[in-house]
């Protein structure tokens, strides 16, 4: 007896292709799962949009331009413009800030710190991300509100001149869209500087060395291969960052104190977002009410869809320069 | 320009393993310079050891001298990164930086060390290609990825980025083994070329090509597995190949074993 068995002729057969029985079932079952995907989605979809439409078709108002929500008044209006204003905006500074500290921290983490302090970080970091975001909303209403005085007064003084950091009220409470971006941005960090640190540690080491070899220095080696390569990365962690801060809802109801002004003051207690003004509403709504707030809520949802192209469309345009081929 | 390499008592580890021993050898300027050996017996290693690319390895750390005619690369105060500006390196498998164009590829060097001016560059990277012999395939499309070329034409990018730079010596490790038998040719008449400029040093595993482009050729090997890698002899190509002074040596390149 060898181990090896010999290779057997095989026998004449009708050129089938041989299907055993763990094959059909895994393909029943990720065929099924997709379809009940599907169809939950389109039913989703469905339910929300017939409510919707309802809702708008009734308005009195431009659901638009409309800058109040108010379901109180005879008839009630609803109107998303400052929610939608706010919305963007809080996210916008959320962005700014923390996409380019996420990707210093990764490159920190991957060329910069010693392995173990690296590793300590990159963990750490992981569990930030873990931390649900009702626990970052009272950290923020009771912590960051009362401290973000002093940086206020401060931009207040000497960039006033810039409309948007020029404080109406010096005395009024910081429950701003600033702060709100801000109190966004540290809850966005984590999930951007992991995915990009993923990213940039996968990179393969030959590139790397292309910089080193030709004398670069560390951050010449950042700039010429290292974010080259891991540009579309990047901007994928951001999407997925922002499309946290665009929907993200315990954290900006408990700091922003909401009103319906769309202003271009950003350190002032003023505004609202969409999911803000959903939890704030949905209570004491009635069923014109609720609708009303599933189409604001469906205009998020746009919003997302629109930002997503956006980030694919600036991912696709430079393909052909992507790392893929090499 | 070209400067003759002295090596001698080198040793390099990576962590606790010692990869290579107490090597010592010359290498004369305006000559090319081919290492053979059995796979693992510190090939890459001392070829990396001559630019300080071994200490970016986690763990690679070198013991010994290595002079550039009366410098020593890892003489106290030595900047690796100054190194890395005179000793050039082409890898094995080509690695164009994917996200730039043919001609920022090869100005890439020339930007590190501070030329600007739009003329200068043009005329380098012109010069560069055609010492490259690649001018006359990708002159119409500067401006496309590099990536975009074939293999046999990424590696000779490669090779004009490295040379863009006027380095002293020129390092190669296995430049053809990704490639077709005639971009290899292209690439083997090229260090040809090069030689009259710059001091060459190729890793090979194919003896034919030790034989067509090298002046001398080191033979290295290493006792077992674990065991460091030894310069075995270094002599010229042609006694290497018809007359080596060591049985190891000719076992090897008979074939007999590796
Ligand atoms: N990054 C590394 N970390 C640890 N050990 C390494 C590393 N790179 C190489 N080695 C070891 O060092 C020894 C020499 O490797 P090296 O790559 O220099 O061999 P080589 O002669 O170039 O082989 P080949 O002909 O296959 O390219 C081998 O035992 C290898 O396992
Ligand atoms: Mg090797």
Known sequence: MTTTAPPSAAPPRAAKTVTRPGDRIFAGMSRGSGIFLLVVMAAIAVFLTVRAVSAISKDHGNFLTTFEWNAGLNPPVFGIAVLAYGTIVSSVIAMLIAVPIAVGIALFITHYAPRRVGGVLAYVIDLLAAVPSIIYGLWGAIFLVPHMKGLNLWLDTYFGWTVIFDKQDPNSAARSLFTVGILLAIMILPIITNVSREVIRQMPKMHEEAALALGATRWEVIRLSVLPFARSGIISASMLGLGRALGETMAVATVLSASPQLSAHLLDPLGGTFSQNIVAKFGEADQFGRDALIASGLVLFFITLLVNGAARLIIARRKEYSGANA | ?258
């Open chain 2, 1 to 258: 320009m070209a400067k003759r390499i002295d090596v001698s008592g080198l040793t390099a580890f990576y962590g606790g393993f010692k990869a290579i021993e107490d090597i010592s050898m010359t290498v004369e300027p305006r000559t090319v310079t081919a290492f053979i050996g059995p796979s693992g017996c510190g090939k890459s290693t001392f070829l990396r050891t001559l630019n300080r690319m071994h200490e970016v390895t986690p763990g690679g750390r070198v013991e010994g001298k290595v002079m550039l005619d009366d410098e020593n690369l890892y003489g106290s105060g030595v900047d690796p990164v100054t190194v890395r500006r005179t000793v050039g390196m082409v890898f094995q498998r080509p690695n164009p930086f994917p996200t730039m164009s043919i001609y920022d590829n090869v100005a890439a060097g020339l930007k590190l060390n501070g030329v600007r001016k739009k003329g200068e560059l043009d005329s380098i990277v012109e010069k560069s290609l055609k010492g490259a012999n690649l001018w006359n395939e990708v002159k119409d499309r500067l401006n496309k990825p590099g990536s975009g070329l074939s293999g046999g034409q990424q590696q000779r990018l490669c090779i004009a980025r490295a040379i863009a730079v006027e380095p002293q010596v020129l390092l190669m490790d296995e430049p053809c083994s990704a490639l077709d038998p005639i971009s290899t040719l292209a690439i083997e008449d090229l260090i040809g070329e090069l030689k009259t400029r710059f001091t060459i040093v190729i890793v090979t595993h194919n003896m034919q090509q030790a034989a067509r482009v090298s002046d001398r050729t080191a033979f290295f090997n290493l006792a077992a597995v674990g065991q460091p890698g030894k310069l075995i002899e270094i002599d010229d190509t042609e006694r290497i190949f018809s007359n080596p002074s060591v049985q190891a040596t000719e076992d090897y390149i008979s074939g007999r074993f590796g």
